[in-house]
């Protein structure tokens, strides 16, 4: 077996298992979003946090698609599918990075 294909089949399993939780989560696997938790317990009153999970569980279901993608083409065609998929899953990932926690959820305000 390919070792692409292993690196991106787990990655799309957990990525798929993280989406679920946090589509079962609702409101509270907002939570667990990185940097929102950070937030004071007072401000966070101020955020949809269904939004929130929402959003993420969307995230997390493309990047399970991307590295299943990743995956099946990895397996079927070529070992570079896999590294396609790593570069179009950091461009996913680095674009939703902020380093300020306000600005990351302000869309998210009530």
């Known amino acids: 077996m390919r070792l692409g294909f292993w690196m991106c089949f787990?990655?799309?399993?957990?990525?798929?298992?993280?989406?679920?939780?946090?589509?079962?989560?609702?409101?509270?696997?907002?939570?667990?979003?990185?940097?929102f938790n950070s937030i004071p317990q007072k401000e966070q009153e101020k955020y949809d946090k269904a939004w929130i999970a929402r959003d993420m569980r969307n995230s997390l279901f493309v990047w399970a698609a991307v590295m299943l993608a990743g995956?099946?083409?990895?397996?079927?065609?070529?070992?570079?599918?896999?590294?396609?998929?790593?570069?179009?899953?950091?461009?996913?990932?680095?674009?939703?990075?902020?380093?300020?926690?306000?600005?990351?959820?302000?869309?998210y305000l009530l």
């Open 71 to 107: 995956a099946a083409g990895s397996r079927f065609i070529s070992g570079y599918f896999a590294v396609a998929a790593y570069v179009v899953w950091s461009v996913l990932f680095f674009r939703e990075v902020h380093l300020d926690a306000r600005k990351a959820f302000e869309k």
């Open 10 to 35: 787990v990655l799309a399993v957990v990525f798929a298992v993280l989406a679920l939780l946090f589509g079962l989560g609702r409101e509270k696997a907002a939570g667990f979003v990185s940097g």
